[in-house]
């Protein structure tokens, strides 16, 4: 009966330190959009924002995380300064603080789209990091955690990617976009400046000679003679895809665009 209490006790020991010893995301692998609110983004095409994954390891080895967004929200200072702010953050810092298995920065970016109406989640609430004001947008997937946290998310890849939100184009603008092998096209909502800090809103028209595309692969750029808006939810089946250009640029399945324009 001794050896048994005596066994007993050690197990429970040994479980106890296990736990104390992991990260929130280990210890609970549960990842949920919860607490919506609305969130409204106006006249912002050009501007600066800022995202940071913090990412969950699936027992496939793939990941799901948070995105942390800076859009919508005011900066404390000029956008190289806050650039360099972003550049400097530090992957491991980040995690021993706010718990994840991999954290991945996505950015410096540009909004392409002219304006968001949509959802956040987590009741709105902000996350500061170096001055950064940020708050959950969404969730995101990723099939190869590992390749994704050393910085080399998957481009011309479809990936998921759950949100709620509206993205409108104004009638003038030129659209970017990239159409796969089987004729499904993706438009660009934002671009990023980590590959190329000279990768911007003015230097789009050149983007095509800049892309290295896959066989099969097209892209195109026309100029909008209306309106034209992009619309995902967050639950939806089949969920919101996203496809990433090599420069890290952001497109969105867009079932309303023609292969034909």
Do not use: H
């Amino acid at each position: 009966m001794k050896i048994t209490t005596d066994m007993t006790i050690k197990v429970a020991a040994l479980s106890l330190m296990l736990l104390v010893g992991m990260t929130p995301a280990l210890a609970d692998q549960k990842v949920g959009l919860t607490d919506p609110c609305p969130i409204k983004i106006e006249n912002w095409r050009g501007k600066a924002f800022y995202e940071i994954l913090f990412m969950n390891r699936q027992a496939n080895g793939s990941g799901i995380g948070y995105y942390y967004n800076s859009l919508g929200k005011d900066l404390e200072a000029p956008n190289d300064v806050m650039d360099a702010r972003f550049r400097a953050l530090n992957a491991d810092e980040l995690k021993k603080k706010y718990g994840s298995d991999g954290v991945l920065f996505n950015g410096p970016r540009r909004l392409v789209a002219n304006s968001i109406t949509g959802t956040a989640w987590d009741g709105c609430k902000e996350r500061v990091i170096s001055t950064i004001p940020l708050r959950v947008l969404g969730l995101f997937e990723t099939p190869d955690l590992s390749k994704a946290v050393t910085g080399t998310l998957p481009s011309y890849k479809v990936l998921v990617s759950k949100r709620t939100n509206t993205f409108f184009f104004n009638a003038g603008e030129t659209v970017y976009e990239l159409i796969t092998p089987e004729g499904a096209v993706y438009t660009m909502f934002s671009l990023s400046l980590k590959i190329d800090p000279k990768n911007t809103i003015e230097s789009l028209p050149t983007l095509g000679k800049r892309l290295t595309l896959p066989e099969g692969w097209k892209l195109r750029s026309r100029k909008l003679d209306k309106d034209m808006t992009l619309t995902s939810t967050a639950d939806s089946n089949p969920p919101n895809t996203i496809v990433l250009d090599q420069l890290e640029g952001n497109y969105q399945y867009n079932a309303g665009a023609s292969v034909k324009k």
